[in-house]
Nanobody, 120 residues
Framework: QVQLVESGGGLVQAGGSLRLSCVAS????????VGWFRQAPGKEREFVSR????????YHADSVKGRFTISRDNAKNTVYLQMNSLKPEDTALYYC?????????????WGQGTQVTVSS
C-alpha cells in the first residue's frame, strides 16, 4: 500500500503563489509516477501535472504550463507543485495520486486533497 498526504493549500489573491506538497509513505519503492489533479465544484476532475518517481520526466497540462512546476525531493519522498501567477479559475480541490508497479498504469492511490482558493 501507498499512502499520500497533501498539504499547502489555502486562500491567495490572483497573481499570487502557493506550493503544494504530497508526502508518500508505505511501499514508496513501488511508485512509478505521481500526478496532481484538481476538481472544481460542479466540474470534472482534471489532470494538472505528473512526474516520474525518478524525477526525470515531467508533464504539465496546457492550462498550467509556464505557471506551475512539479518537482520531487528524493530524501523526503515528497512531490511538490509550485503554483505561480494563480488565477481564479485555478480554484479547486487539489489531489495527488500515484501509479505503482502493481496498478497497471492506473492512478491507484489518492490523497485526501487540499483546497486552493484564488480570489480575484
Amino acid at each position: 500500500q501507498v499512502q499520500l498526504v497533501e498539504s499547502g493549500g489555502g486562500l491567495v489573491q490572483a497573481g499570487g503563489s502557493l506550493r503544494l506538497s504530497c508526502v508518500a509513505s508505505g511501499r514508496t519503492w513501488s511508485i512509478l509516477v505521481v500526478g496532481w489533479f484538481r476538481q472544481a465544484p460542479g466540474k470534472e476532475r482534471e489532470f494538472v501535472s505528473r512526474i516520474s518517481w525518478t524525477g526525470i520526466t515531467t508533464y504539465h497540462a496546457d492550462s498550467v504550463k509556464g505557471r506551475f512546476t512539479i518537482s520531487r525531493d528524493n530524501a523526503k519522498n515528497t512531490v511538490y507543485l509550485q503554483m505561480n501567477s494563480l488565477k481564479p479559475e485555478d480554484t479547486a480541490l487539489y489531489y495527488c495520486a500515484a501509479i505503482s508497479d502493481s496498478s497497471a498504469g492506473e492512478y491507484h492511490y489518492w490523497g485526501q486533497g487540499t483546497q486552493v482558493t484564488v480570489s480575484s
